[in-house]
C-alpha cells in the first residue's frame, strides 16, 4: 500500500506514472534493454525526449517563439545560469525578496551584476503577504526582473504576474503545471522537476528567442542556453531517466484533462485545508489569505512541543513527510497535483483527531 506522501520535493509522483514505469523497466518496448541503458542520440530515446517536450508545450501552451530546455543542476543552478545568460552587457537585474529561495537567487546574481533587491515581502495584521507592485522600487534599465512564484518553505504565493518593461523571469518550481499559465509573459520560466514534473535531476527552462544572445562571453557552454538550444538540451549526456519519466508524468496530466482539471482539484484541496486550519484554534498559518500557496501549506501547532508526537502519529496513520523546512521549523503539507484529495481528506480527518486527544 502506497502512504499519502506530503514531502515538498523530491514529491509524490502519480501511482498509474510508476506503474507504467515498472513494467517498462526492464524492456523497454520490447528493444530487450532499459530506457536507463540506451544512447541519448539512439532514434528511439530522441523520440521519447521530443515526446516529452511536445507534451509540455501541450500542458502549458508554449508558443513557437519558446525554447524548452532539459536541463540539470537543479533549479538552484539556473540562480547563477540566469545572470550569466542574462547580463552579458546590461549588468543590471531587479530581483524581488520574499522568502528563503528568491534570496538564494539573489545572493547568485550579486556575484555578476549590479542587482537591485525589492525588498517585497511585509506583514499585514500578523500575517505574511507580498507587497503590491505599486510599492516596488523597480529599475528604470534592468535587464530582466525576477521573482520566485511559489516560496516553498514560507507557503507564499504570488496572486498576480508582475507588470514589466523588462524581461519577466520566474521560478516556478513549485507551482508549475498546478494552473494555467500565460507563458508569452515571460522571458523565462524556470523549474525544478522534482515537484510537479518529475523526478530529482531534471530542470526545465522556458526562454524567449530573443534572449538567447545576451549571454557572457566566459559563461560555459553547457549553462549557455543558446548552446543548449541549438543542441536539443544534448551539449552532454541529458538525465534520461528523469526526462522519460516527466514525460510520463506529462502524459497523465494530459488524461486528467490537463492544467485546468488538474487546478479544480488542486483548488479543493488547498481550500479544504486552509478552511480547516481557519476554524481550528489548535492549527495556523502564518500567511495573508491572497497569497496563500496552493501547492505548500505550512501550519503550527497551538504547542510546538506537540509536534514530534504529530508527525510520529501522522507516519503511524500513513501520512508522511509533515515536518516544516529544516530552517523554519512547525509543519508543512506539500500537495502538489500527485496528492490525492482522498490525500487531503486524510490528513483532515488526522488532524481533527489529533486536535482532540491533544487540544
Ligand atoms: N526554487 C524553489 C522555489 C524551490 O522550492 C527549490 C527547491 N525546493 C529550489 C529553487 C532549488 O531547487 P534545486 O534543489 O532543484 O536546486
Redesign the pocket.
Given at each position: 500500500m502506497r502512504a499519502y506522501n506530503f514531502c515538498?520535493?523530491p514529491a509524490a509522483l502519480p501511482t498509474p506514472v510508476l506503474e507504467r514505469a515498472q513494467q517498462e523497466l526492464t524492456n523497454w518496448h520490447d528493444r530487450g534493454l532499459s530506457i536507463m541503458e540506451m544512447s541519448h542520440r539512439s532514434s528511439d530515446y530522441v523520440a521519447v525526449a521530443q515526446k516529452a517536450e511536445a507534451d509540455l508545450r501541450k500542458l502549458l501552451n508554449i508558443p513557437d517563439n519558446y525554447k524548452v530546455l532539459f536541463l540539470q543542476?537543479?533549479?538552484?543552478?539556473q540562480?547563477s545560469a540566469i545572470p550569466l545568460n542574462l547580463l552579458g552587457k546590461n549588468t543590471r537585474a531587479d530581483y524581488v525578496h520574499t522568502g528563503i529561495?528568491s534570496e538564494?537567487?539573489l545572493k547568485e546574481a550579486q556575484r555578476y551584476g549590479d542587482i537591485n533587491v525589492i525588498e517585497a515581502g511585509r506583514t499585514v495584521d500578523g500575517k505574511f503577504a507580498i507587497a503590491p507592485q505599486s510599492e516596488w522600487q523597480l529599475s528604470d534599465n534592468a535587464a530582466y526582473l525576477h521573482y520566485?512564484d511559489?516560496?516553498?518553505?514560507g507557503g507564499l504565493q504570488f496572486d498576480f504576474i508582475p507588470d514589466s518593461n523588462a524581461p519577466l523571469v520566474a521560478?516556478f518550481?513549485?507551482s508549475i503545471l498546478s494552473a494555467p499559465l500565460d507563458v508569452s509573459k515571460f522571458g523565462i520560466i524556470y523549474a525544478?522537476a522534482?515537484?510537479n514534473i518529475g523526478p530529482?535531476g531534471l530542470?526545465i527552462v522556458i526562454v524567449r528567442d530573443h534572449l538567447l544572445d545576451q549571454a557572457r562571453p566566459d559563461i560555459p557552454s553547457i549553462l549557455k542556453y543558446s548552446d543548449q538550444a541549438k543542441n536539443d538540451s544534448m551539449v552532454n549526456t541529458p538525465s534520461t531517466f528523469a526526462w522519460y519519466l516527466s514525460g510520463l508524468v506529462f502524459e497523465w496530466l494530459l488524461e486528467q484533462g490537463g492544467v485546468e482539471a488538474i487546478q479544480q482539484v488542486n483548488l479543493q484541496k488547498a481550500q479544504l485545508l486552509y478552511g480547516y486550519i481557519d476554524q481550528s484554534d489548535f492549527y495556523a498559518n502564518p500567511i495573508a489569505l491572497q497569497n496563500r500557496s496552493i501547492m505548500n501549506v505550512p501550519f503550527t501547532l497551538k504547542d510546538s512541543n506537540l509536534e514530534k508526537i504529530f508527525l510520529k502519529e501522522a507516519e503511524g496513520a500513513g501520512l508522511l513527510n509533515l515536518a516544516g523546512h529544516r530552517s523554519v521549523g512547525g509543519m508543512r503539507a506539500s500537495i502538489y497535483n500527485a496528492v490525492p484529495l482522498q490525500g487531503v481528506q486524510a490528513l483532515v480527518a488526522f488532524m481533527q483527531d489529533f486536535a482532540q486527544k491533544h487540544g
Open positions: 515538498a520535493g543542476g537543479g533549479a538552484s543552478l540562480f529561495w538564494k537567487a520566485v511559489n516560496e516553498t518553505i521560478d518550481s513549485s525544478g522534482q515537484k530529482a530542470t
